[in-house]
């Protein structure tokens, strides 16, 4: 498995992609960029790789004469706002988000708290290649020491104040969650946040523990929520919350027990904000076709991006939306920070069901539409014949050159009553084929027959 290299940074599976050597060049090629004696704060979720990891990029960050504030386990919203808090000159996130356990990750923050640019992660790809590496003398070493303020509690101090979140609302309707942490990060934050909220969180709440001992499928995806939508049937819980390990992404499951998708989590967030404050909403190019439904009614522009968060967020500040994000849970509203957060998804989504009646009503309210996901793997092979992912798809595309396909991101097709798309992924050798449509079976025959196109065109 090659070491997959993106915008923000660089992940893989650790011991075979992801060395000491390979962490130890990354960090100082990041560590070069920044003023001498910077100020870097560092987190990341409790996979369990993370000591490991950790000591490797603090020994190194240290050699490159940074001072570090070493937030421990942290979600990766509350890392970003950590370098704000901390008038940080940048972060790192150590946290390979929903790949399986043998897998890590470094992410690289700007000094406001976003992710790397693209133009920057390709100068920080450069450094890394010709070694161009800063390091410190023996009296100018730095420091690591644990952050002088609590970071989780600012943040939720930023999620309450966020528009669209009604406090007093929530506080009053005396709601009930269950929650799926996924063992990761979630534990640390999320019941700190719902006891702010007068929320009682379920018992029998799963993988609440901040332990990294992953017991499903990292990806809060519907097919993973089986058990968390029985615990919301037993506890008469109101919702279901789930998370990937850096807490970055919320899904959520219906009082029935079904699992909603991560669409219908950014679809409520949007039309939350929106309620409150008109304006632009930013979305990759991914994300359903709701977005635009929503948008319309409060008579607000939507933009679409490449994906990634980093996208998102640059477009985001352009425009000076209100909110946005990504399909798969990432719910953005740059007055909070610019960045993919699940907990003010949960205060927005509480928000809605404290002001306007139970989910199941709210769910009425909204557009929704049928968002088919699959994956192909590449082994190789293909990716060797071809000279990688991108190349790949161009070569598809390129076989029927009478069809039109936007490239903004990988291929994207229109059809009569949704879309098609397929394109390469960014953290895995993967690509990723999205078909939407107005009822499931149109979306899944939209699916089907690019998979055998695919095929035949792999074959």
Not at 132 to 149: A, D, K, M, V
Not at 298 to 311: D, H, I, L, S, W
């Amino acid at each position: 498995m090659p070491l997959m290299v993106s915008v923000s940074g660089v992940r893989g599976i650790v011991g075979i992609d992801l060395t000491p050597e390979v962490i130890v060049h990354w960090v100082s090629a990041f560590a070069s960029q920044l003023p001498k004696g910077a100020k870097v704060v560092v987190g990341g979720d409790p996979r369990p790789t993370r000591e490991a990891i950790r000591k490797v990029v603090f020994g190194t960050l240290e050699s490159c004469g940074c001072q570090v504030y070493d937030l421990g386990i942290a979600a990766t919203p509350t890392i970003a706002i950590g370098i704000e808090e901390l008038h940080a000159d940048g972060g790192i996130a150590i946290t390979a988000s929903h790949n399986p356990a043998e897998w890590n990750a470094l992410k690289f923050f700007r000094k406001d708290g976003r992710f790397l640019l693209e133009s920057e992660g390709r100068m920080l790809h450069q450094i890394v290649s010709n070694r161009t590496f800063h390091y410190s003398e023996w009296r100018q070493l730095g420091t690591t020491i644990p952050s002088p303020l609590d970071i989780v509690d600012a943040h939720i101090e930023r999620v309450l104040k966020t528009p669209g979140v009604d406090v007093d609302a929530i506080r009053h309707a005396r709601l009930k969650v269950s929650c799926d942490g996924g063992n990761g990060v979630a534990g640390k934050c999320i019941p700190r946040l719902l006891e702010k909220l007068n929320v009682q969180m379920s018992d029998n709440s799963l993988g609440m523990d901040a332990d990294g001992n992953f017991q499903r499928k990292l990806e809060p995806t519907p097919d993973v929520l089986i058990a968390l939508g029985e615990e919301v049937i037993r506890s008469h819980s109101d919702i279901g919350f789930a998370f990937d390990p850096d807490g970055d992404r919320l899904a959520i499951v219906g009082s029935d027990g079904t699992p909603l998708g991560e669409e219908t989590t950014l679809v409520i967030a949007i039309d939350q904000v929106l309620r409150v404050m008109k304006g632009p909403v930013v979305v990759n190019i991914s994300t359903t076709m709701a977005v635009e439904e929503i948008a319309k009614r409060y008579q607000v522009p939507v933009y679409r991006t490449k994906v990634g968060e980093a996208n998102v967020a640059e477009k985001m500040l352009e425009v000076n939306a209100v909110c946005g994000g990504e399909g798969n849970g990432g719910v953005m509203v740059p007055s909070c920070h610019p960045g993919r957060d699940s907990l003010v998804g949960i205060a927005l989504i509480l928000s809605a069901i404290a002001q306007r009646g139970p989910l199941s009503q709210i769910l009425k309210e909204i557009p929704r539409y049928e968002l088919i996901k699959r994956s192909i793997h590449l082994d190789s092979n293909i990716l060797e014949k071809y000279g990688g992912i991108h190349q790949f798809l161009e070569a598809f595309a390129n076989e029927r050159p009478y069809e039109l396909w936007d490239r903004l991101d990988g291929l994207k097709q229109f059809r009569e009553h949704g879309w098609v798309q397929i394109r390469g992924s960014n953290t895995e050798p993967i690509i990723r084929v999205f078909a939407e449509a107005t009822t499931k079976d149109l979306a899944e025959s939209y699916c089907d027959d690019l998979f055998h196109r695919i095929g035949r065109f792999i074959s």
